[in-house]
T-cell receptor, first 110, second 115 residues
């Protein structure tokens, strides 16, 4: 079945450093979504990318969708302590079905 | 809207007992998903419904697991009999009808511990 791999599994940074997580799918995706889960919380939707090569920004967050629609990345510039959490990518597998990556857990040293 | 509502928030049960998790999706959403989250396996899709009809249950681990959606505002996930390896956080999520935005709205989750 379809698999979505996400790396790294963990990332620890100093506050102010940048952070990037990468997502790769075994098949072409209809769309890619990104979610953030705070410790003890539930996944919360951040953004959806649909077009090949699409780039979207939300303040310090930059999201990219690969040209082949099989990979994606999330980059955070100048991390803040509020960025702590686990970031998940989720690949659209048709008819609203999402396949989630394993997530990247981000911790930050203030 | 109050969002996706799950109950109970925490459940501790003994091995062999029946467990029922409940979910109320956001009004107007016609997709409902049940996910299980563990450290080892991450977020796994168990089953999802469209307009109350199960579409894909390929993620349901065993016959001990069953899910129903009797109407548009209620769904249950039942485990019978429960086993310690079923311990996890179970999330329900809903999403609006197919369109441009297909984001999933998650409930707070039910933390299940089987002892």
């Amino acid at each position: 079945g379809q698999q979505v791999m996400q790396i790294p599994q963990y990332q620890h940074v100093q506050e102010g450093e940048d952070f990037t997580t990468y997502c790769n799918s075994s098949t072409t995706l209809s769309n890619i979504q990104w979610y953030k889960q705070r410790p003890g919380g539930h996944p919360v939707f951040l953004i959806q990318l649909v077009k090949s090569g699409e780039v979207k920004k939300q303040k310090r967050l930059t999201f990219q969708f690969g040209e082949a629609k099989k990979n994606s990345s999330l980059h955070i510039t100048a991390t803040q302590t509020t960025d702590v959490g686990t970031y998940f990518c989720a690949g659209g597998a048709g008819a609203q079905k999402l396949v989630f990556g394993q997530g990247t857990r981000l911790t930050i040293n203030p | 809207d109050a969002g996706v509502i799950q109950s109970p928030r925490h459940e501790v049960t003994e091995m062999g007992q029946e467990v029922t998790l409940r979910c109320k999706p956001i009004s107007g959403h016609d997709y409902l998903f049940w996910y299980r989250q563990t450290m080892m396996r991450g977020l796994e899709l168990l089953i999802y419904f469209n307009n109350n009809v199960p579409i894909d249950d390929s993620g349901m681990p065993e016959d001990r697991f069953s899910a129903k959606m009797p109407n548009a505002s209620f769904s249950t996930l039942k485990i019978q009999p429960s086993e310690p390896r079923d311990s996890a956080v179970y999330f329900c999520a809903s999403s609006p009808p197919t369109g441009v935005n297909t984001e999933a709205f998650f409930g707070q989750g039910t933390r299940l511990t089987v002892v």
